[in-house]
């Protein structure tokens, strides 16, 4: 297929061959039956998308049941408890009962069970208390406070505020999980905390001596414990390991250094199988490492490798897609997946002007496909990070169309964005209490007696900004205070000489003064400071900033439950989703928005090898979700909000060089009529006689 753009109308997808069903029996292809009755030495199973691997796994479990390891005898580890019983259920219909005693569950909750019973050898009292994540939040926040960062008078020079406790506990936790020392994990992760290295060590020291002290432990002790007891106790490692005979791991590309130091520890024997796809390691964010699937058969002496390759889910065409996309990886296990589902189309990559235009298309593509008999449940839309979904649920809340969003808040529901439209409303009336109320206490050193204070003066002065500055403050709060004054009475008084502020502009305005805040406020402000990029892109599409607070107010992009098309099923929704909660998930229809540079890969990860390898296996994730219709959508322009421009061109994904795009049909959309008919409004300078007060009508409800 020539890789030259062409026009293509919106035309209904030919049929394609049905997916086999999935039977628990013994309908295994040939890789999955040699998998499944694999012998003790070490086994990695390289499952690849839609290959049947928690079959082969359930089926794995039935073998060695069935050649006489004793169920209770073998152990299942897996990521979610729900998954170890759904697993345990099933093989229950291969093997009967005898499955119900196979010991199944979480790393976290093995570890549990295992410390409960040999804590107390090691000095651990049995009676130990596990603190959930709010717990260990609470608890950090006291050993902050008590050392004397709760309330910094002297930072380090040109060194942020100090980390909030919730940021503490994630340093920590990385900490442990990976095994790197702090300094490099903040280079890394939160560079801008660097200068508080030490300070954030002793934390993390008064933290863990807190917990000991009290006898808790978290999350993340109940693994480091585990470990710890493995390679530090050898007769209580020698228990352990004689516990069982098998073990078993579902997801391994998953795991991280710390669950791979266990399983060392544990299987000494060799008699571990562990399953997963290298091509969908994507929780490095987690701590999770490629580099434990990838050097597993070293770690494991003796390792048999069995590759599964028959997919079951996708057409051929976007499995020829999907497997040359992921061929291009550095450092992978060969394989080729390939499936007897043929017909259908090969996927679109669809080149549109603006997010605009690649909202219309998703909408006008998915309602096609609805009408033709494609529940919307069976649809999704991925996306690399939250903020990229807000243009697109502010168009399926204006045309109803229910929704679910799975990772993250809905845009109009996270805080900062909510700080912004506080600052928008006051603009547009300036009596509004509660924006400035909201306003007020996001100022440093402004607390709730001043900011009613504050209220109380505007009211007194007819709510003009340049008051503000004036209000009876401490001193750390005068400069914000005055800072706020200044730009607020400075909008108005342009706008009042008849030059009205766009509502991009006026976001561009305030951000000038607001991105300190959000960053000064917010430990993980890159991606709420993108949020707000959204917003002021999704501001230049309204006429003015009345419209865009009332269609946000009237329509807000949160789920509805609001029947579509004449849909009679009540649960029947689109699902959006981050790439990162779509894993494990399949769809008839995925389509992928924003396939471009700076996206995919993020810009962040764009100068490191090993992140960038992580983004083109995220992609993969996203593409290989769908059955039979995969569409990536990608917007010509984007708006370059935080260099001043109005637009630039955006570079298509690195990833969909041109031998992905030669598997895939280019499809090229005209641009979108840009001008709108604006509703004819009163004359200028005319003045309106009110009928009545309507407004003394509504304060006459409660005798007002």
Same mark, same amino acid.
């Given at each position: 297929?020539?890789?030259?753009?062409?026009?293509?109308?919106?035309?209904?997808?030919?049929?394609?061959?049905?997916?086999?069903?999935?039977?628990?029996?013994?309908?295994?292809?040939?890789?999955?039956?040699?998998?499944?009755? =694999?012998?003790?030495?070490?086994?990695?199973?390289?499952?690849?998308?839609?290959?049947?691997?928690?079959?082969?796994?359930?089926? @794995?479990?039935?073998?060695?049941?069935?050649?006489?390891?004793?169920?209770?005898?073998?152990?299942? /580890?897996?990521?979610?408890? @729900?998954?170890?019983?759904?697993?345990?259920?099933?093989?229950?219909? /291969?093997?009967? #009962?005898?499955?119900?005693?196979?010991?199944?569950?979480?790393?976290?909750?093995?570890?549990?069970? $295992?410390?409960?019973?040999?804590?107390?050898?090691?000095?651990?009292?049995?009676?130990?208390?596990?603190?959930?994540?709010?717990?260990?939040?609470?608890?950090?926040?006291?050993?902050?406070?008590?050392?004397?960062?709760?309330?910094?008078?002297?930072?380090?020079?040109?060194?942020?505020?100090?980390?909030?406790?919730?940021?503490?506990?994630?340093?920590?936790?990385?900490?442990?999980?990976?095994?790197?020392?702090?300094?490099? !994990?903040?280079?890394?992760?939160?560079?801008?905390?660097? #200068?508080?290295?030490?300070? &954030?060590?002793?934390?993390?020291?008064?933290?863990?001596?807190?917990?000991?002290? @009290?006898?808790?432990?978290?999350?993340?002790?109940? $693994?480091?414990?585990?470990?710890?007891?493995?390679?530090?106790?050898?007769?209580?490692?020698?228990?352990?390991?004689?516990?069982?005979?098998?073990?078993?791991?579902?997801?391994?590309?998953?795991?991280?250094?710390?669950?791979?130091? %266990?399983?060392?520890? /544990?299987?000494?024997?060799?008699?571990?199988?562990?399953?997963?796809?290298?091509?969908? +390691?994507?929780?490095?964010?987690?701590?999770?490492? %490629? @580099?434990? %699937?990838?050097?597993?058969?070293?770690?494991?002496?003796?390792?048999? %490798?069995?590759?599964?390759?028959?997919?079951?889910?996708?057409?051929?065409?976007?499995?020829?897609?999907?497997?040359?996309? &992921?061929?291009? +990886?550095?450092?992978?296990?060969?394989?080729?997946?390939?499936?007897?589902?043929?017909?259908?189309?090969?996927?679109?990559?669809?080149?549109?002007?603006?997010?605009?235009?690649?909202?219309?298309?998703?909408?006008? *593509?998915?309602?096609?496909?609805?009408?033709?008999?494609?529940?919307?449940?069976?649809?999704?839309?991925?996306?690399?990070?939250?903020?990229?979904?807000?243009?697109?649920?502010?168009?399926?809340?204006?045309?109803? &169309?229910?929704?679910?969003?799975?990772?993250?808040?809905?845009?109009?529901?996270?805080?900062?964005?909510?700080?912004?439209?506080?600052?928008? *409303?006051?603009?547009?009336?300036?009596?509004?209490?509660? #924006?400035?109320?909201?306003?007020?206490?996001?100022?440093?050193?402004?607390?709730?007696?001043?900011?009613?204070?504050?209220?109380?003066?505007?009211?007194?002065?007819?709510?003009?900004?340049? !008051?503000?500055?004036a209000v009876r403050a401490p001193a750390r709060a005068r400069p914000a205070l005055q800072a706020v004054?200044?730009?607020?009475?400075?909008?108005?008084?342009?706008?009042?000489?008849?030059?009205?502020?766009?509502?991009?502009?006026?976001?561009? /305005?305030?951000?000038?003064?607001?991105?300190?805040?959000?960053?000064?406020?917010?430990?993980?402000?890159?991606?709420?400071?993108?949020?707000?990029?959204?917003?002021? !892109?999704?501001?230049?599409?309204?006429?003015?900033?009345?419209?865009?607070?009332?269609?946000?107010?009237?329509?807000?992009?949160?789920?509805?439950?609001?029947?579509?098309?004449?849909?009679?099923?009540?649960?029947?929704?689109?699902?959006?989703?981050?790439?990162? +909660?779509?894993?494990?998930?399949?769809?008839?229809?995925?389509?992928?928005?924003?396939?471009?540079?700076?996206?995919?890969?993020?810009?962040?990860?764009?100068?490191?090898?090993?992140?960038?390898?992580?983004?083109?296996?995220?992609?993969?994730?996203?593409?290989?979700?769908?059955?039979?219709?995969?569409?990536?959508?990608?917007?010509?322009?984007?708006?370059?909000?935080?260099?001043?421009?109005?637009?630039?061109?955006?570079?298509? +994904?690195?990833?969909?060089? =041109?031998?992905?795009?030669?598997?895939?049909?280019?499809?090229?959309?005209?641009?979108?009529?840009?001008?709108?008919?604006?509703?004819?409004?009163?004359?200028?300078?005319?003045?309106?006689?009110?009928?009545?007060?309507?407004?003394?009508?509504?304060?006459?409800?409660?005798?007002?």
């Open positions: 297929m020539p890789d030259q753009p062409r026009v293509h109308s919106l035309l209904p997808a030919r049929r394609v061959v049905p997916p086999p069903p999935a039977p628990e029996g013994p309908a295994l292809n040939a890789a999955q039956a040699d998998a499944a009755s =694999h012998g003790d030495s070490p086994l990695l199973i390289v499952a690849g998308a839609g290959s049947g691997k928690t079959r082969t796994l359930i089926h @794995r479990v039935a073998a060695l049941i069935g050649r006489g390891v004793r169920p209770e005898r073998i152990l299942l /580890l897996t990521f979610t408890r @729900r998954a170890a019983q759904e697993m345990v259920s099933r093989c229950e219909r /291969l093997v009967g #009962s005898a499955s119900q005693q196979v010991q199944g569950g979480t790393f976290h909750g093995t570890a549990h069970r $295992l410390l409960r019973r040999f804590g107390p050898a090691a000095g651990l009292p049995a009676d130990f208390t596990i603190l959930d994540q709010g717990d260990a939040g609470d608890l950090m926040g006291l050993s902050r406070s008590a050392l004397g960062y709760g309330d910094l008078k002297h930072a380090p020079r040109g060194a942020p505020r100090f980390p909030r406790a919730e940021t503490l506990l994630s340093i920590y936790s990385r900490h442990v999980n990976t095994g790197q020392e702090l300094a490099q !994990i903040l280079g890394d992760q939160w560079p801008h905390f660097l #200068s508080w290295t030490g300070d &954030i060590e002793r934390c993390c020291a008064d933290y863990v001596q807190r917990k000991s002290a @009290r006898n808790l432990l978290d999350y993340d002790d109940l $693994l480091l414990s585990w470990a710890l007891l493995l390679e530090q106790a050898p007769p209580i490692a020698e228990q352990m390991r004689a516990l069982y005979d098998h073990v078993l791991v579902d997801e391994y590309q998953d795991t991280n250094p710390l669950q791979s130091r %266990i399983l060392r520890g /544990l299987c000494t024997n060799g008699k571990l199988t562990v399953v997963g796809d290298d091509a969908q +390691s994507i929780y490095a964010f987690r701590g999770a490492t %490629i @580099r434990n %699937i990838l050097d597993f058969p070293h770690q494991f002496p003796g390792t048999r %490798i069995v590759t599964l390759e028959q997919n079951y889910r996708s057409t051929s065409g976007i499995l020829d897609t999907t497997n040359t996309l &992921i061929s291009r +990886s550095t450092e992978r296990y060969s394989k080729r997946l390939w499936t007897e589902r043929h017909g259908g189309e090969a996927p679109w990559l669809v080149t549109v002007r603006d997010e605009a235009a690649q909202t219309a298309f998703v909408v006008d *593509r998915l309602l096609e496909l609805h009408e033709q008999g494609t529940p919307l449940r069976e649809m999704a839309v991925l996306f690399r990070a939250g903020y990229l979904s807000a243009d697109l649920e502010i168009e399926l809340a204006n045309r109803r &169309i229910p929704y679910e969003k799975w990772g993250g808040l809905k845009f109009l529901e996270a805080a900062h964005i909510k700080d912004m439209l506080a600052f928008l *409303r006051v603009l547009e009336n300036p009596r509004d209490e509660v #924006s400035w109320y909201r306003i007020l206490r996001l100022l440093p050193g402004v607390g709730d007696a001043t900011a009613r204070a504050a209220v109380e003066l505007l009211a007194q002065h007819d709510w003009a900004p340049m !008051i503000i500055g004054a200044a730009l607020l009475d400075g909008m108005r008084r342009v706008e009042g000489a008849d030059r009205p502020h766009s509502p991009g502009e006026s976001i561009r /305005l305030v951000r000038q003064l607001y991105d300190p805040i959000l960053k000064g406020t917010y430990d993980d402000a890159p991606p709420r400071l993108a949020d707000l990029d959204q917003l002021e !892109i999704i501001a230049a599409g309204y006429p003015d900033r009345q419209t865009l607070l009332a269609a946000l107010a009237l329509e807000p992009p949160a789920a509805t439950q609001d029947l579509a098309v004449g849909s009679t099923d009540e649960d029947d929704a689109l699902i959006l989703s981050t790439v990162h +909660s779509a894993k494990g998930k399949e769809w008839d229809v995925v389509f992928v928005i924003h396939a471009a540079d700076g996206v995919f890969p993020m810009a962040r990860a764009a100068n490191d090898e090993e992140q960038v390898e992580e983004e083109r296996r995220l992609l993969y994730v996203a593409m290989t979700r769908a059955r039979d219709e995969l569409y990536v959508t990608y917007p010509l322009h984007s708006y370059a909000t935080r260099m001043g421009a109005d637009f630039a061109y955006s570079q298509l +994904s690195r990833f969909l060089d =041109h031998g992905v795009r030669h598997t895939m049909q280019r499809v090229t959309l005209g641009d979108p009529d840009p001008h709108q008919q604006a509703l004819p409004g009163p004359r200028e300078g005319a003045v309106i006689e009110p009928i009545v007060d309507l407004r003394a009508l509504l304060r006459g409800q409660f005798g007002g």
